[in-house]
């Protein structure tokens, strides 16, 4: 199949069309992925700034109340732990509750 000159003519100007559409399509996902991208920041700087409506607002409210008994139950429950953690280590550095309650004498 040899190329006339005519068809040559036609042909050299549209090479610069096909590279440059070539080329687009090469780039079409890092395109794609960028643009997704930017859609999503949007979207979770839109979420930040949106305020939530009334009926979820009084789900998320602060109780004084609760908090200070949560945090005097933790109070307590951290000084049992501390407790039994101290007479656990009493236990095991005596061995047995036995020892040392009898002394023996021999002569």
Request: aromatic share 2%; proline share 3%.
């Amino acid at each position: 199949m040899s190329i006339n000159p005519v068809d040559l003519q036609v042909m050299i100007p549209k090479t610069t069309e096909v590279s440059k559409i070539q080329a687009e399509e090469n780039f079409r996902p890092q395109i794609e992925h960028h643009n997704a991208t930017t859609t999503m920041e949007q979207h979770n700087q839109q979420q930040l700034k949106q305020v939530y409506s009334k009926d979820k607002a009084h789900e998320a409210k602060i109780d004084a109340k609760k908090d200070s008994q949560n945090s005097s139950k933790k109070k307590k429950h951290k000084q049992q732990q501390e407790h039994q953690e101290k007479e656990q280590k009493q236990k095991d550095l005596l061995g047995t509750e036995d020892k040392g309650s009898q002394i023996d004498i021999r002569l």
